[in-house]
């Protein structure tokens, strides 16, 4: 074994051997420099006191332990990256301790250390785990780079299991915001129905967080792993939807110069989210009730049909069971997405939400304008709680995002939008939320929405005069 010491030292670069004693970096320089921190398992000393100093003079942290039974404690400190560890250890074998680390710290990569090297050996190392098995003298040139590469990649799977950690609780149901009772029947529904496969159709108004709760259903399900694809269908054309959702060959048609994959085949494996699915023309739902029943479909231009195992969520303002009975959406269609429904409230419905809302989202606002200890007064608050949010939660984080932006530490009335802070009037009468008279002026906003502003059809579907309708807009000011 001395052998090998020497043949450490002479194989190592002059440069670095000269500069050693140089390197002075204390424990605390480390704690805030965050170095990488390698632990090397030994029972030789000088050997083990060597590699550290060559370590160490190229910029690691480092730890030593002499048998197995230290360095499975040592193993569970999180900021240890990589591992070089003797094959031969007084209470153990390096071989089958690799299994032993793996399992007390799944992130650390391990490079196994031998004085003899046999294939079988090393072919067992890789098999347990082990990036790497080096005979000690023949590759003392491959261990800095090798720990290099360790490194590298033991990092790169704890950013990656950072940023897993965040996307699960940013999009987990504990996430979402609301404790009032009908809201809350709506989450635990979700709860139940996310680890099936089963088709979820969620209903509600424009705004009510229809996709938050598709991506909670996703990443609390067996898929969730995988991709969470998602299409407005009212945003694009019959023939674009087409091409989007089912992709197609190239050649298709003027301007498909090469193949592409459709949403359907992109999701394979994963989450299809289809919002606004009672805008998908009448053609396209045929296409898509068929691809829901053999999981197959043919792409645009081609012949051989492609398979994709995906779960479909859907979502819609409309009442598609009115919507089928009307002969604007495919009976068949509305029951296969009908197996599991969801009807998320309108805000009006859960008032006691709004607080809570109104804090996550100043909070979130406050943070990207760099504005501090920012608060509302109770009037402000007041008439958040009495406006009847035609637009839902999202309506509600546009007008706190204004707010904010206007706004030094108290957020006031006066930084509202003028219809808020009139707390829906009515002929010099202040409304509230639950009066006759809001709930005729939302009613009439909704049917506006509906027939995207229509009048004429508005008033058809309300069986009222288009000069009633008029002198109704300007009396409640609908805009």
Known sequence: MIFAIVLIVLRWPIKQTKNLPRISFTHQHFKILRLKTILIIDDEDKLRSLLTRIIRAEGYEVIEATDSKSALKLIENPEIDAVLCDVKLPDGNGIEMIRLLKAKNPLAEIILLTAYGNIADGVQAIKNGALDYIVKGDDNDKIIPLLTRAVEKSQLQKKIRKLETIVAKRFSFDSIIGRSGPFLQAIEMARKVAPTDTAVLLSGETGTGKEVFAQAIHHESSRGDKSFVALNCSTFSREILESELFGYKQGAFTGAHKDKKGLIEEANQGTLFLDEIGELPLELQAKLLRVLETHEFIKLGDTKPVRSNFRLIAASNRDL????????????????LNVFQITLPPLRERVKD???LADHFISHFAEQTNKKD???????????????????VRELKNVIERAVILSDGELQTESLPFDIQQTMQAKGKNLSAFSMASIEKLHIQKVLNYSKGNKAETARLLEIGIATLYRKIEEYGIR
């Open 374 to 392: 920012l608060h509302y007064s109770r009037e402000f608050l007041r008439r958040l709680e009495t406006y009847a949010w035609v637009g839902n």
């Open 354 to 356: 709004i607080p809570a």
């Open 321 to 336: 069971k009115v919507e089928s009975e009307e002969k604007r959406f495919r009976p068949d269609l509305y029951f296969r």
